[in-house]
């Protein structure tokens, strides 16, 4: 997702589950495939903490894109939570789309 109004989109109508590691938020698509959006803002930590944030999850949505179901997926961090593993991440966003499946 590169566009506000996805962003949007997701933020207004998506079902939200909050896991471990991180938030998400997810919404069916008419691309076919799963998407990405990550949020990651300022009060979450300086430049490196969100750059590391945003690399760990892209990571793990590169692993499991070819499971999850053709949703918008919109993935911010628990404020409570800093440097999630990756095997976290990849365990929240699999929980997320099992509960988007019902």
Known sequence: MRLERDFAAVRARGRRHTGEAVSV???????GRARLG?????????AVVRNRF????????????ATLPAR???VG?????????????????LAAAA???R
């Open 54 to 65: 945003r690399r760990v999850v892209r990571a793990a949505f590169r692993s499991i894109a």
């Open 72 to 74: 918008d997926w919109l």
């Open 38 to 46: 990550i949020v990651s803002p300022r009060r979450y930590g300086n």
């Open 77 to 93: 961090p628990r404020e409570d939570k800093r440097e999630p593993s990756l095997a976290a991440v990849k365990a929240d966003l």
């Open 25 to 31: 938020r997810s919404v069916e698509n008419r691309a």
């Open 99 to 101: 509960r988007s499946a």
